[in-house]
């Protein structure tokens, strides 16, 4: 049995398939196509919502959208992967919400980017897109896998803020400032009209991200710098593993982490964990050894010493080392490639999510197990957990090789064959026609 690989379709193709499927399904040419990336996290997981940093770069694989607008306020969606016709009402979902559905995920857009518009002075762009977007015709094609952690959901809000920017001319995309709105419609979608309480690193990094690069991206203040992460020329490639074992964000995991962490920044005083976080973490801080009697920092320890709930002590160990190293990791990538290092880290995430934060599966724990087996420098899962994805930091010339010892842990674990995408950072979210 050989490694399943899942191809990225290129822009071209991907709207072709867009296309195609709207003028099957609607008679009709749709007003454009706009694509928007999965992403996977580097590094600095269940940190978003917490204040403090991530490192997500753009996937390849990405979610492409045919859309025309409506004069009346149905949303009638198709999808490759769910080809029986979706039909819903935006004034129903703007008084009945959170629901379920494809109509969820685009009239959730459509309402958030309304709010967010008004709520940040522009009054005119609200009522612009009020008057200009009743409604919608959407018909979706994607290379991103779903449920795996890649970000497909927010890959599909995103792209459908992208074409509602071009539709009711409002030119947000078009500059930096324009862009973090059109984040934060998406976020308001996935909160309010969905009900996941995510906390818009997935929408930021589909918006936001650069080819060939990283986006360190600090979820307090939402300042975002890139660092080079040219894979290519160090010899290595991103193996994402898709354990195909199904994570449901909305099923109360994810908000019980979050609600712990919530509640023990009330205890420590701060508005989110991420102010605990000093200015200057010393190079002799010990985030990797997680055995290690001078684990965690000393910082961390004298704020876990406030706490008396043993869930929130797991919790914001996580949390704050796992900020800290994503801080430590950015110093490395913009001084040079240290793959000890980025192996070390890598490594003590996924643990620390493994231990503390109680996120990952059997499935996660044995892909990364035979990456490391196979030579990976360095392998965790990212996203969410309770399923997904992981990556591992491997070399090209092991690509195959990795994937091979991958599949042969599964098989002999008994879990669904896994899939594999082979990922390079990728432009953010636009238009390709």
Not at 67 to 85: A, G, H, M, T, W
Not at 122 to 144: D, R, Y
Not at 149 to 177: K, N, R
Request: net charge negative; hydrophobic share 40%; proline share 5%.
């Amino acid at each position: 049995m050989k490694p399943d690989f899942i191809p990225a379709y290129d822009p071209q193709e991907g709207a072709l398939r867009a296309r195609e499927l709207f003028e099957e399904t609607f008679a009709a040419k749709p007003e454009g196509v706009w694509r928007a990336p999965g992403r996977v996290n580097v590094i600095g997981e269940h940190t978003d919502y917490n204040g403090g940093k991530a490192l997500p770069l753009a996937l390849p694989h990405a979610i492409y959208v045919a859309l025309r607008v409506r004069e009346d306020d149905q949303l009638k969606i198709i999808s490759e992967d769910f080809p029986q016709l979706s039909v819903h009402s935006l004034l129903e979902l703007a008084k009945n919400y959170p629901a379920s559905g494809p109509g969820a995920f685009v009239g959730g857009v459509i309402l958030g980017l309304k709010q967010v518009l008004e709520d940040n002075g522009h009054p005119e762009k609200a009522q612009a897109l009020a008057q200009k977007v009743p409604g919608l015709e959407v018909a979706i094609a994607s290379s991103v896998p779903l449920s795996a952690g890649l970000s497909s959901s927010a890959a599909l809000e995103c792209a459908i803020a992208v074409g509602i920017d071009d539709l009711a001319s409002l030119g947000l995309a078009g500059s930096f400032e324009g862009r973090k709105l059109l984040v934060e419609a998406g976020k308001v979608a996935e909160n309010r009209y969905v009900g996941a309480p995510t906390g818009g690193l997935d929408q930021s990094a589909s918006m936001l991200c650069e080819q060939d690069r990283v986006l360190e991206l600090d979820c307090a203040t939402w300042q975002t710098r890139s660092h080079p992460f040219d894979l290519p020329a160090l010899g290595l490639s991103l193996l994402v593993i898709d354990t195909c074992t199904s994570h449901d964000l909305a099923d109360g995991q994810y908000g019980a982490r979050r609600a712990a962490c919530e509640e023990a920044a009330q205890v420590l005083g701060v508005k989110e964990l991420g102010e605990l976080i000093p200015k200057d973490i010393t190079p002799s801080d010990n985030l990797t050894d997680l055995e290690a009697a001078d684990y965690p920092p000393s910082w961390v320890q004298s704020q876990l010493d406030k706490l008396e709930d043993t869930e929130q002590v797991s919790r914001v160990r996580h949390v704050l080392t796992e900020i800290a190293r994503c801080q430590r990791l950015c110093e490395l990538l913009e001084a040079g490639a240290d793959l000890d290092q980025w192996r070390e880290l890598l490594d003590a995430s996924h643990e620390s999510l493994r231990r503390d934060y109680e996120v990952t599966c059997k499935e996660l724990d044995v892909a990364v197990e035979a990456a490391r087996g196979a030579g990976a420098y360095g392998a965790r899962m990212t996203g969410g957990g309770f399923g997904g994805c992981a990556i591992a930091l491997v070399r090209s010339d092991q690509l195959e090789a990795t994937a091979d010892a991958i599949l042969d842990a599964f098989t002999k674990a008994g879990f669904n064959q896994p899939r594999f995408l082979s990922a390079l950072p990728s432009a953010a979210a636009g238009r390709v026609e």
